[in-house]
């Protein structure tokens, strides 16, 4: 029964660690060292601890504990910026996780040379001044560590850096390794059963309540501390019988020279000779962290409790109860299952290949796991609905989707919660399996507890769910594909209580050469903080529309944050694209600054002059900030969460942000971003992040404008300037069309609205522009009948005809009305171009 992490290391079988206990009938040599049979039941052949140097940009090895360190080849020092997995354990911080496999992929730190079953896990150690180190084990499975081994290192990772922390100043600490084993209080011994001839180390002595002098090296001397209800169980472990090979664990108690009853854990792994005799028995022994009462099905239920009262989401109460259930009852399979609807969810199979189950759940494997109806299982749905569990012990006639996951033996336990089943979990053998009262009391308790943590778990599941889909909503489905650029967008919640967040992003296409970047901040992670969030981005999103200014948009949100009366406020940073020129107009408010890469790989900080955060002042002002880009420049636009932290400084995250940066690949702008991202482990704060990488326009369009004066010739005067223009552009082909189109507009603008009109012509590639500005909000109504008696109407429906796309969009001030005419092609010209033509920007005013 698994207490603790270290109670319960289990047991891989590196060949280097068989080699070396399994050559005599007689004890090991005295010499073997605890460490290296706690590291072998922990699936470790191998550890080396790395200590950082002060001032120094390596990791150096300092101390290991194994079987044949040479044989793994680990460098003795390491760089810190490297790509190893220490240093990347290192720098994230948390633990690595290699399989073979995922071994393979890393360049350096590694064992030398490649094993094809060898895994690796890199530790990160830490301590209240920093970080101190890195330990790094070598394990010879080829699965890599299991969840329980990792538990195991993990705890004891955290005692080295204790050992470490506690010899600071005066350099790392004679055999910390060894010493931090001493401080979890690990013992070991390997016991020869035929002799009962046992070497048991001094931790393991002290467990037992043994004196030195006292131990005359026989097992006799461990079984006369053990409680006298406890010594059949113990003997069964400690003298296997020619049948018993593997692991074996059990829980007992002993009583110390003080009177003191102590809860001891014991995890051994007998090892065959070469008549198929148990020849050793190697075992560790723990100090359970669970108070025991009474007998041990007690204390397995306090465990139970204790367990699932930590488990949050279904999953998690799904391990506990596997890990709870399979290995004291000697199951060979165990299911658990949430009950949905009339179907069965399952969320946790043990083992979890397929082969294992029979083939009705095969045909149902939909997903990770198989999601059938209990329409297809009618004796299961019975005891389902009964609520109380079944033993149905070998020989018990079972429908074929029950087949094959019990043949000798299968408990249904359902899980009641509040009246109903919450779920189930099935328990099966494959031998015979006789059930006795303390597997059914421990089975009803189980049932019971599991039951209400699942109701829990799947109410922290469904508002977890809830938030995701809710921050989803407020965000960007897509983004927009941009002319002269690509851009992408990452967001991540945060990984601490409800998993959304005020961070939002957005990318507004403003006109076909004018796009609109903007990330910000609203204060704090909770609904409220997203509702506002999402509120800010459409507010945001419709003055840009509307064709304001940079500085008018952040100005109106502002107020509008202001007038909601909300404790809370928001950060941003706003910024406006011309694709054709690469000029970029920045509005800060409060928010942190942009980030550029530029083409040969150096960054800056953009100084745009910030203002207050919106929602502060009404009387707010935000400067803008004028800046050009180059093709091939990358802008970053980040949040806090990214680059500052608890333990991380706003000024160094900014050094590692840009420095991650200049680093990276710029043909591949989604890569930038996840590298920008990193693993950031357990966020306190969401992130969000925008890139944009610049590219330019393919094609440069040719540009020139016209002021309209109010005069009764107004309209020829613009048919002359635009006559003009096009022959100066050499498109005359394109005259008729587009001066019936610039005769249209002009009188509309001149007729119906009042103040200021401006005409201006674009050319790009084979399309004329035609765009007409007045100052009037309203869009040109067309008429919805025209017949031959109307005055007027026909000129709208004369240009919408003639033109390839035709609209308004929404000005500062007004709107502008704008016609596309394609240039009928024509035979390349044998005449040279005449002076100023396809020069970029034109600009004839009258």
């Known amino acids: 029964m698994p207490h603790d992490g270290s109670a319960r290391a289990g047991l891989s079988q590196p060949g280097t660690a068989e080699a070396g206990v399994a050559d005599t009938g007689s004890p090991p040599e ?51 910026s490297g790509g190893s997995p220490a240093a990347r354990a290192f720098r994230a911080p948390h633990p690595v996780w290699l399989t073979p496999a995922a071994l393979a992929s890393y360049p350096e730190g590694c064992p030398a040379p490649p094993r094809a079953r060898t895994s690796l896990g890199a530790l990160p150690l830490g301590a209240e001044g920093g970080r101190l180190g890195c330990l790094v084990v070598v394990g010879a499975g080829e699965n890599g560590f299991e969840g329980e081994q990792q538990r195991f290192l993990e705890r004891y990772a955290d005692a080295v850096a204790d050992v470490l922390e506690a010899g600071a100043g005066g350099g790392p600490p004679s055999a910390p390794l060894s010493s931090a084993l001493r401080r979890m209080r690990v013992g070991s011994f390997v016991l020869v059963p035929e002799t009962g001839a046992m070497d048991a180390d001094e931790t393991l002595r002290e467990l037992v309540g043994i ?33 018993t090979f593997g692991r074996r664990e059990l829980d007992f108690r002993v009583r110390c020279p003080t009177g003191e ?4 854990s014991l995890r051994c792994r007998v090892a065959a000779g070469a008549d198929d005799r148990p020849e050793q028995v190697l075992g560790v022994v723990t100090a359970t962290s669970v108070l025991h009462r009474g007998a041990g099905g007690v204390s397995r239920i306090q465990w139970l409790t204790a367990a699932l009262d930590k488990a949050t989401t279904v999953r998690d109460v799904s391990h506990v109860v596997v890990a709870a259930l399979r290995e004291p009852l000697g199951a060979d399979r165990v299911a658990f299952a949430e009950l949905q ?21 095969r045909l149902q494997w939909r997903s990770e796991w198989p999601d059938a109806p209990l329409s297809a299982l009618p004796t299961l749905r019975t005891a389902l609905r009964d609520g109380r569990m079944d033993l149905w012990p070998t020989g018990t006639a079972v429908e074929p989707g029950l087949d094959g996951i019990g043949p000798g033996g299968l408990a249904v336990l359902p899980l009641p919660a509040r009246g109903r089943v919450a779920g189930v979990c099935l328990i099966g053998w494959d031998r015979p399996h006789e059930f006795v009262p303390e597997e059914r009391s421990l089975l009803t308790a189980t049932a019971s507890l599991a039951g209400q943590a699942l109701t829990r778990a799947h109410a922290y599941d469904a508002e977890q769910e809830l938030a995701t889909m809710l921050q989803r909503s407020l965000l960007p489905r897509r983004l927009p594909g941009l002319p002269g650029g690509i851009v992408v967008a990452r967001y991540l919640p945060a990984r601490r209580g409800l998993q959304v967040g005020g961070d939002w992003y957005d990318v507004i296409a403003l006109s076909e050469d004018r796009v609109a970047l903007v990330i910000g901040d609203v204060q704090g992670h909770s609904a409220a903080a997203a509702t506002i969030m999402g509120q ?28 909601m009366e909300t404790d809370l406020f928001a950060t941003c940073c706003y910024a406006e694209l011309n694709m054709d020129e690469g000029d970029v107009l920045f509005v800060r408010a409060g928010h942190i600054a942009p980030l550029l890469r530029h ?46 932290a608890a333990d991380l400084s706003l000024d160094e995250g900014m050094r590692r942000t840009r420095a991650t940066l200049a680093a990276a690949d710029p043909s591949d702008p989604g890569r930038v971003a996840d590298h920008l991202l990193g693993d950031l482990g357990r966020r306190e704060d969401d992130v969000a992040l925008l890139l944009l990488r610049y590219d330019g326009m393919k094609t440069r369009p040719i540009r020139s404008g016209w002021v309209v004066w109010r005069l009764p010739d107004a309209v020829m005067h613009a048919r002359r300037f635009t006559a003009r223009t096009l022959r100066r552009w050499k498109v005359e082909e394109a ?96 005449v040279g171009a005449e002076p100023g033509a396809g020069t970029g920007t034109d600009h004839d005013v009258s």
């Not at 009853?261 to 001891?264: A, E, K, N, S, T």
């Not at 955060?613 to 004028?626: K, N, Q, R, W």
């Not at 001066?739 to 401006?758: F, K, Y």
Request: glycine share 8%; with cysteine; proline share 9%.
């Open 341 to 361: 609807h009339e179907r069965l969810q399952v969320t946790l199979l043990d083992p979890p290949q397929p082969a294992a189950w029979p083939r009705t759940w």
């Open 599 to 644: 083409p040969d790989g150096s960054t800056e900080e953009v100084e745009a002059e910030g203002g207050l955060p919106l929602g502060i002042s009404m009387e707010a002002d935000f400067p803008m900030t004028a800046v050009a880009l180059t093709p091939g420049t990358m802008l970053a636009l980040v949040t806090d969460g990214l680059i500052e």
């Open 211 to 243: 004196k030195p002098d006292d131990f005359d090296g026989r097992a006799d001397s461990l079984l006369a501390h053990a409680l006298p209800e406890d010594l059949p169980a113990l003997m069964s472990v400690l003298e296997p019988s020619t049948r």
């Open 536 to 563: 800010m981005r459409t507010a945001v999103r419709a003055y840009a529309v509307e064709g304001h200014p940079p500085d008018v948009v952040v100005s109106h949100a502002n107020r509008l944050l202001v007038g």
């Open 261 to 264: 009853m102590r809860w001891l």
């Open 30 to 80: 005295p010499e073997t060292p605890t460490s290296v049979r706690a590291l072998t039941f922990a699936g470790a052949a191998l550890a080396v601890l790395y200590v950082a140097g002060a001032g120094s940009d390596d990791l150096r090895s300092v101390d290991t504990a194994g079987y044949a360190p040479a044989e793994y080849g680990l460098p003795e020092r390491l760089a810190l």
């Open 735 to 830: 005259t008729d069309p587009v001066l019936l189109v610039v005769s249209e507009l002009v009188t509309n603008a001149l007729v119906h609205t009042q103040g200021p009109v401006r005409l201006d012509l674009m050319l790009r590639g084979d399309r004329v522009r035609v765009c007409v500005s007045d100052s009037s909000p309203r869009a040109p109504a067309k008429p919805v009948i025209v017949d031959w008696e109307s005055t007027g109407g026909r000129g709208l429906l004369l240009v919408e005809a003639m033109s390839e796309s035709f609209g308004t969009v929404p000005v500062a001030g007004g709107k502008q009305v704008c016609s596309e005419i394609a240039v009928p092609r024509r035979e390349p010209a044998s």
